[in-house]
């Protein structure tokens, strides 16, 4: 396989200190089939208060103080549309019962770790972070290589939270009883490693592992392959910055940050937002374009997905949004240079897959790790990426 550094764009330049916007508007919930609704039309609801729960126990939080609005049809990148609670933001963050922080997050069992958790309703994606406490691991490797070049959200994370982070770390190790903690950094990063390398002295059961500066290197799955451990949990590290919080105050998770970023936006910046807040009102408030005609791709240009609209409801779904001047480009007939199939990290032939749709069995589509590594490489501007989602989604 041939390795392909993206660099960040020149004119980007991301802004140095995490923004802020936490006061939308308007917030909105998806329930989920199974999930009984607490609250009516009109109620008042605190923060952290329970909005709805299905038979587990699993709770929707309110991630602010307002009103209740009723059920609207909202839209998930990558969930579709769903029911949605909406509640119009008071603007005065109200709680029933201040909670003060623990001091250290390190003395709970596993048992009260799994409790906590298990009461937060703490979602990350497809990842059952109870199930791994429950079953354990040797090895965890912690992701902290943003997938996307253009992308900013591991690098701050780190910078606001390194202390924090090792601590989660060291607890998470112990709980799920992991000889190893595979802290995972670019080769070029020079100024994370040498703070780390100062930091992790008193952890001994955290590791550094460095990649080198290719894409999609900031991937999980592939970091599994690449450090050969592939039974190895795969944590994010807003995924371990989250279990703190947690952890600390005993909380829901109401925020996350996503970077905004490309050569048709002003300014590029990472911006820490509302669980809930929909797209385009962080965008109103925040930022401009620069172009009257624009593609915007949510998750990146590589890795995400080109969208017509911003009206998303923010989850964990969203890492950020990438706005380019729209080029019109035409696919053209393949050239046969191969350069897909030799960039590509699963060793996969996205040409022939374009070339004999619907003859290729569907596990071959399993394998793909949708980077869009091979759009990026084809000089025909072939689609390849979407035909390799699969036959039903072409
Ligand atoms: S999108 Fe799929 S086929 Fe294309 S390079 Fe990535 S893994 Fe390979
Ligand atoms: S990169 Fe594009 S032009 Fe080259 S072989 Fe693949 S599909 Fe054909």
């Known amino acids: 396989m041939q390795e392909v550094t993206i660099k960040r764009e020149e004119n980007i330049v991301l802004k140095e200190d995490v923004s802020l916007f936490l006061n939308p508007k308007f917030v909105f919930l998806p329930i989920e ?100 406490c429950k079953k354990g691991t040797e090895n965890i490797i912690v992701n902290s290589v943003d997938l996307d070049p253009n992308f900013c959200n591991k690098h701050c994370t780190w910078r606001e939270n390194e202390e924090n982070i090792l601590e989660t770390c060291d607890f998470l190790s112990e709980i799920m009883g992991a000889k190893k903690i595979h802290f995972v950094l670019l080769n070029t990063d020079s100024e994370t490693i040498e703070k780390l390398t100062n930091l992790i002295g008193t952890y001994p059961n955290i590791e ?95 890795y995400g997905e080109k969208v017509d609209n911003l009206k998303y409801v923010i989850d964990s779904n969203i890492d950020g949004i990438y706005i380019k001047e729209r080029e019109e480009c035409e696919e053209e007939s393949c050239l046969n240079c191969g350069q897909c199939s030799r960039v590509c990290p699963e060793g996969l032939n996205p040409k022939y897959v374009f070339d004999h749709e619907g003859k290729v069995d569907a596990t071959y589509y399993d394998k793909c790790l949708q980077c869009g590594l091979c759009n990026y490489v084809c000089p025909a501007n072939r689609n390849l990426k979407q035909r390799m989602k699969g036959r039903d989604e072409s």
């Open 33 to 132: 089939s199974g999930y009984k609704v607490k609250v009516g039309d009109h109620d008042y609801v605190y923060k952290n208060d329970i909005l709805a729960q299905n038979a587990d126990g699993k709770a929707v939080y309110a991630p602010t103080s307002g009103k209740v609005l009723g059920i609207k049809k909202m839209n998930y990148f990558k969930r579709g549309t769903r029911n949605s609670l909406v509640i119009e933001n008071d603007f005065k963050e109200n709680v029933r019962v201040k909670k003060s922080a623990k001091k250290h997050i390190n003395a709970h069992t596993k048992e009260e770790f799994v409790k906590i958790l298990q009461k937060s309703s703490y979602e990350y994606r497809d990842l059952d972070l109870i199930e791994w």
């Open 208 to 302: 550094l592992k460095l990649v080198s500066n290719a894409y999609p290197n900031g991937m999980g799955a592939l970091q599994r392959k690449l450090l050969k451990l592939e039974d190895a949990l795969v944590l994010e590290l807003e995924c371990v910055l989250d279990v703190f919080q947690i952890l600390k105050r005993e909380l829901p998770i109401t925020s996350r940050l996503i970077t905004v970023t490309g050569p048709a936006v002003t300014p590029n910046a990472v911006i820490r937002v509302k669980l809930g807040t929909l797209l385009s009102e962080v965008f109103v408030h925040n930022f401009d374009f620069t172009s009257p005609k624009v593609d915007v791709y949510v998750n990146g240009f590589l």
